[in-house]
């Protein structure tokens, strides 16, 4: 059996190393078996129960992002912070040096690698679960796999210059967002279908084995609150699509708009867990033990 097949997750270095095992748990909805090694065990009466969540903790090395910019920057607190998702039960860390909150200013590959890259290099020797780079540069992308990145997660759907011809370079795992190179029209009813559809047809621009993929719907990217709330309400056509479907809303605005008077963690571990009962997969956290609290309390 190749490496890494039985004790996923971990920290691989080549990018074929991760192909094993993204196929082998995430390879459809339907027999999604969750990760061997987590004790996120699910709720026995759950009607999910054999499809254990997979938390993906978030780690900003960005000065503007809109809930942590600027307290990663300094690669030691970068470093202290992922052993810190780790030890609290992440399982994939998802690291990003340029901001994409609403608003963001663009900033070149060379700015983003200047933050990344050390990053990286300090966790190659720590960190024993696997990296997401988040990154729609073609040029940030290539370099991070090369330190150690072992998943692609592009807000862009890989629609930048390079970046489709990057992801058909390897067999790693590809996360694919809706929601900046494409966003809805305001009166949109059927959000959930729409995004459906678009990454659908995108997939199959792409060309892409299916097992190398998992979709996003991209809350709060291209989308009003409504249309968030909505898709939240029925993910049954981006789980129909047959992908893992991931799902990042933590301390949104969504959750400001219906938890206004909350604590942000613990609302967004909230909205991630009704996220999982409808059938969510992976869940990308600024924080792990509110969720997992939730999920542990859960009758």
Same mark, same amino acid.
């Given at each position: 059996?190749?490496?890494g097949s039985?004790?996923f997750?971990?920290?691989v270095?080549?990018l074929?190393?991760f192909?094993?095992p993204w196929k082998?748990v995430f390879?459809t909805?339907e027999?999604?078996p969750?990760?061997p090694t ?7 009466s759950d009607?999910r129960a054999?499809r254990a ?15 942590d910019g600027?307290?990663?920057?300094d ?6 912070q992922a052993?810190k ?11 990003g040096?340029?901001?994409?909150r ?5 900033v070149?590959a ?5 933050r ?8 190659a020797?720590?960190l ?7 990154t729609s540069? /073609? !040029?940030v992308?290539?370099?991070?796999f090369?330190h150690? $990145?072992?998943?692609l997660?592009d807000?862009?759907? +890989? *629609?930048?210059p390079?970046?489709a011809?990057?992801a058909r ?7 694919l967002m ?7 029209p305001?009166?949109d009813?059927h ?5 459906a559809?678009w990454?659908?047809a995108?997939?199959a621009?792409?060309g892409?084995?299916?097992d190398r993929?998992?979709?996003?719907p991209g809350i709060?990217?291209?989308?009003t609150r409504?249309?968030? /709330? !909505?898709i939240?309400?029925n993910?049954a056509p981006l789980v $129909?699509?047959?992908y893992?479907?991931l799902i990042? +809303? *933590?301390r ?5 708009h ?5 604590d942000?963690?613990?609302a967004?571990a909230?909205?991630?867990?009704r996220?999982?009962q409808n ?9 792990m033990r509110?969720f ?8």
């Amino acid at each position: 059996m190749e490496k890494g097949s039985q004790d996923f997750p971990r920290y691989v270095k080549r990018l074929g190393d991760f192909s094993t095992p993204w196929k082998k748990v995430f390879h459809t909805v339907e027999n999604f078996p969750g990760p061997p090694t987590s004790d996120l065990q699910p709720p026995t009466s759950d009607r999910r129960a054999s499809r254990a969540p997979v938390l993906m903790g978030i780690l900003n090395l960005t000065p503007d992002s809109f809930s942590d910019g600027g307290r990663f920057l300094d690669p030691g607190a970068a470093e202290e912070q992922a052993l810190k998702l780790e030890a609290d039960g992440a399982q994939i860390l998802d690291v990003g040096a340029e901001s994409t909150r609403p608003g963001h200013e663009l900033v070149s590959a060379e700015e983003e690698l200047r933050r990344l890259l050390p990053v990286l290099d300090r966790l190659a020797d720590k960190l024993k679960i696997p990296v997401s780079v988040d990154t729609s540069k /073609a !040029a940030v992308a290539r370099a991070a796999f090369d330190h150690g $990145a072992a998943i692609l997660n592009d807000v862009a759907a +890989l *629609s930048r210059p390079g970046m489709a011809e990057f992801a058909r370079s390897g067999d790693f795992p590809v996360i694919l967002m809706h929601g900046v190179a494409h966003a809805l029209p305001e009166d949109d009813a059927h959000p959930a279908e729409t995004v459906a559809a678009w990454l659908a047809a995108r997939i199959a621009e792409l060309g892409l084995a299916r097992d190398r993929l998992a979709v996003d719907p991209g809350i709060g990217f291209g989308t009003t609150r409504p249309q968030d /709330a !909505a898709i939240l309400d029925n993910l049954a056509p981006l789980v $129909a699509l047959g992908y893992p479907v991931l799902i990042g +809303l *933590s301390r949104k605005r969504i959750v400001r708009h219906l938890h206004p008077d909350a604590d942000l963690d613990e609302a967004s571990a909230q909205m991630a867990f009704r996220a999982w009962q409808n059938g969510a997969l992976l869940l990308r956290l600024h924080e792990m033990r509110p969720f997992r609290h939730r999920f542990a309390s859960h009758p």
